[in-house]
């Protein structure tokens, strides 16, 4: 196996060498074209040569059913038959059904922002699809027209999803929400719509840099941040009055520049705190970005 994609090596004395070269120019193919779903649980009945898919949880059919397949592999159609590969980290697979690229951390397939596509609507109604995922919506209508956010149950967008909005007509652009969707902000013209919790979005006046990456969702009462949280989304979970302390550069050297998000998810107020000798400009209430800008010194916007 080759150490980097793990592809079969062709060895010297091997029979029918074809079969195996033919094979990796498939599993090549699944790299630079993509896959077709991450959330097909069912082995297709009639795919095409050089078809792949990302397998989710519990998959089913005569191949994928099996203990070879398993969460997370990729599954590609060769020769009449189904073969997988094991996810390479770092490496980045277009998924066609959602119109999204996606890269392997190891642990999980994390959403990227490779491609900013543009989603214009010119009507006065528009409800968010998943394919809308860190794309531009432009409302371009001379009336006054609504963008609706559909539930989870409706539309399950990954915790961290951007999506940024655009009122370029004339008409006033409203954001609204399914039953039982929370909206935190209000929307002037232009913004970023953030999904911070199942069903729960921020409306922010300029791009989260930071939202839609690692999430850390903190159930007690106290935390204290650590590197693993720069460039990512921490969520305060409690019933309870709660803090997020913010460590001296000595303790956790974060990069100057560094960026954290943070949100009071749950019914208990949640403080921004930092040890002695850090200073913190600006108030947190309910969903804030904190920002390094000197070396104890941070901003909260």
């Not at 592809?7 to 004395?13: A, G, L, M, T, V």
């Not at 390094?292 to 901003?299: E, Y």
């Amino acid at each position: 196996m080759t150490t980097v994609l793990g592809f079969e090596e062709i060895e010297e004395s091997q029979s029918k060498k074809y079969l195996s070269h033919n094979k990796a120019l498939y599993q090549i193919g699944a790299f630079l074209k993509g896959v077709k779903s991450k959330t097909t649980a069912a082995q297709p009945a009639s795919p095409a040569e050089g078809d792949s898919y990302i397998l989710p949880a519990s998959p089913t059919g005569a191949r994928w059913a099996t203990a070879t397949f398993t969460e997370d592999d990729i599954a590609f159609f060769y020769n009449s038959t189904w073969y997988k590969m094991d996810p390479v980290e770092g490496v980045e697979l277009f998924v066609e059904d959602e119109d999204i690229h996606v890269v392997w951390t190891g642990t999980e397939y994390r959403k990227t922002a490779s491609v900013f596509a543009i989603n214009s609507q010119t009507g006065t109604t528009y409800t968010l699809a998943l394919s809308d995922s860190s794309k531009l919506i432009k409302m371009d209508n001379a009336a006054a027209n609504v963008v609706t956010i559909p539930s989870h149950a409706t539309s399950a967008f990954d915790l961290g999803t951007i999506i940024t909005l655009d009122q370029t007509g004339a008409g006033e652009t409203t954001v609204d929400g399914e039953v039982g969707v929370t909206i935190n902000g209000i929307f002037n013209g232009f913004g970023v719509l953030a999904k911070v919790a199942s069903n729960v979005w921020e409306i922010l006046s300029k791009p989260p840099e930071i939202v839609g990456r690692e999430i850390n969702t903190q159930t007690g009462t106290t935390y204290t941040l650590a590197l693993s949280d720069a460039e990512g989304l921490v969520r305060m979970d409690n019933a309870a009055a709660n803090t997020l302390t913010i460590p001296e550069d000595v303790n956790v050297a974060f990069p100057i520049g560094t960026k954290i998000s943070v949100y009071e998810l749950g019914a208990g107020a949640t403080t921004v705190d930092g040890e002695a000798g850090v200073t913190l400009v600006g108030a947190f209430s309910v969903h804030a970005i904190i920002e390094k800008v000197d070396t104890d010194v941070w901003s909260i916007k």
